[in-house]
């Protein structure tokens, strides 16, 4: 782990740290406004003021802007910004993403970055889009690759963190490849990159699958920064992959357009009746007073920024008490692509689950994606431990006793165990009155292997009428 990150607190594979920079310690997930030096819509003290703990800017058009840098160059980027805690500063990557060149040198900015006094700094990578072909994915991580590795040969230890930007377009071996080798470089902070595409298209599955990759290859050490990632709605499912730093433009750029944020999707300003919203902005305006409010994008902006702060509290909060996967799955079903990150999230529960705490607190199954969280899994894959000899009774709970050797409930997603343990975690956990499709599935695949682990012993099966539990209930008894 990076002598600059302490991990305090865990769940799935998200987690509550410390980052420390020159400038103070930030506590992760954190969210990192984005500050561009020409069109401050917020002033950076007011985002202090408001909850933000680091900021980030670009030091691309710093650099740019003769008066600009003469007054970095001067003063720093903090005393420049009027900010005191930590800021991190961009290298211009989106600029080339945009424009296809920029009119720096890779050492000069980065130099520059750290002239300037930035806490985080970024080599200025090669940010490949998706679905590029895999040759040109392949050229261009190589040149990102060699950056990264001049970046770090030169990079004094001891001052500001030095960040190794993930690349790799959406081939996901690419961005495991890319992220191991970071990895082995070393580097303060790992940005993944070039992923603003995917979720201006809505692509989160795509979007699951390349931070996975990316997580995998970082191993779970290394504070990683998802670039781009400034919608709350999104935030749970981010730092449930094991994201620690987003950064937001949007709560500017949507102002501008009169887009409204919440944590389950964006709304228009002129399409509201109430604003649903207890923040300073919103507690005593009304759509129309702020529409008509000469400050409006101001407004709009400190509302947009207030949601986010506010989610990311929460999703700090629910890592804290271990609620995290709830509060993906509340998220993810706002919008039907986000329910696709859902799913593709559970394609990585097994590696999920190596990264999960065993010990939490009571779980809710809110759903067929449930069946696939880290309790469920980790159950399935311990029931061997349960040795049985003699007559076993697998019933719902409830169901009248008779005279057996084993007696054992029946709970959909985890499937059979000891009455003992039924107060006990995971057993404890709240489910629907009646199971859906998935979680039976489960729970007779678990119920399946416990028999076929125990040969010697003989089950009696007291469940629910075969024609809820369907064909699969018989394939099971019928041995």
Known sequence: MPDCFEILNKDLAGRIGRLRTPHGVVETPALMPVVNPHLRLIEPADLKRMGAEILITNSYIINQDPELKELAARLGVHQLLGFEGPIMTDSGAFQLSVYGEIEVLPSEILEFQRAIGSDICVPLDIPTPPDVSRARAELELSETEQRLSEARDHWEDGGPLLAGPIQGSTYPDLRFVAARRAREIGFDVC????????????????LVDVVASSKKGLGPAAPVHLFGAGHPMMFALAAALGCDLFDSAAYALYAREG??????????????????CCCDVCRNRSPEDMAADPHKVELLARHNLSVSLAEIRRVRQSIW?????????????????MMDGLRALTSHAGWIEGLDPASRSTCFYLGPESARRPEVLRYGSRIDRIELAGR??????????????HVLWFLPPFGPYPKELA?????NAEVPAEADEA????????????MEDNPHATFDLRLKAADEYGLELEEVSGR
């Open 423 to 427: 107060e006990t975690a995971p057993l």
């Open 439 to 450: 979680g039976i599935a489960q729970a007779l695949a678990n119920l399946r292997s416990l």
């Open 321 to 337: 008490e271990g609620s995290l996967w709830e509060l993906v799955e509340r998220r993810c079903r706002s919008h039907p692509r």
């Open 259 to 276: 887009r409204y944020l919440t944590s389950s999707g964006t709304l228009h300003l002129e399409g509201l009746k109430y604003l649903p």
């Open 191 to 206: 940005p993944i990159g070039a992923v603003v595409p995917l979720m201006e298209a809505y692509r989160f599955s795509d």
């Open 392 to 405: 076993v009774l697998v019933a719902d709970p409830g169901v009248e006793e008779e005279d057996f050797d």
